[in-house]
Every structure is written in structure tokens, then in C-alpha cells.
């Protein structure tokens, strides 16, 4: 996970993150990874509006998200 991780945050892309949080709840997420630092990376999150510190572990899944896609939605 920790390579997808910095492969995105080197092409500059934005994905879409599934995450659990401390609580155990699941959520979709659209990020814009800023930096990785060892168990842990910094994203601005557009579904909170606002920079966080994300656990690598609790990642479930990422998928980039398409320049089409960025245009549309």
C-alpha cells in the first residue's frame, strides 16, 4: 500500500482512499497526498475540506482518479 501511496503522491494525482478510521467506521475518501512519513502520510482530504494525517495500515484501497473523471465530477 505504502508504494501505491508514493507513487500517487509523485504523479501528483488525486485517488480515492477506502479507510477505516480509530472508531471502525469505513469511509470513501478523495485525497491529495502531500507527504509519507513511516506508518503514516498527511492529505489534504476534499471530503473534510481540510489537511489530516491518515495510518497507512487502516487503508483498505486505492484507486487513481482518472483526469475525465477530475473534469466531471
Same mark, same amino acid.
Given at each position: 500500500?505504502?508504494?501505491?501511496?508514493?507513487?500517487?503522491? =509523485?504523479?501528483? =494525482?488525486? @485517488? !480515492?482512499?477506502? !479507510?477505516? #478510521?480509530? #472508531?471502525? %467506521? @469505513?469511509?470513501? &475518501?478523495?485525497?491529495?497526498?502531500?507527504?509519507?512519513?513511516?506508518? #503514516?502520510?498527511?492529505?489534504?482530504?476534499?471530503? /473534510? =475540506?481540510?489537511? /489530516?494525517?491518515?495510518?497507512?495500515?487502516?487503508?483498505?484501497?486505492?484507486?487513481?482518479? #482518472?483526469? &475525465?473523471? /477530475? %473534469?466531471?465530477?
Amino acid at each position: 500500500m505504502k508504494e501505491q501511496l508514493l507513487k500517487a503522491m =509523485q504523479r501528483n =494525482q488525486l @485517488v !480515492y482512499m477506502m !479507510y477505516v #478510521s480509530k #472508531s471502525g %467506521e @469505513v469511509t470513501k &475518501r478523495r485525497i491529495k497526498i502531500i507527504k509519507i512519513m513511516g506508518d #503514516s502520510f498527511q492529505a489534504f482530504c476534499f471530503t /473534510r =475540506q481540510a489537511k /489530516r494525517t491518515f495510518i497507512i495500515n487502516n487503508v483498505l484501497a486505492v484507486v487513481p482518479i #482518472s483526469q &475525465r473523471k /477530475r %473534469e466531471i465530477g
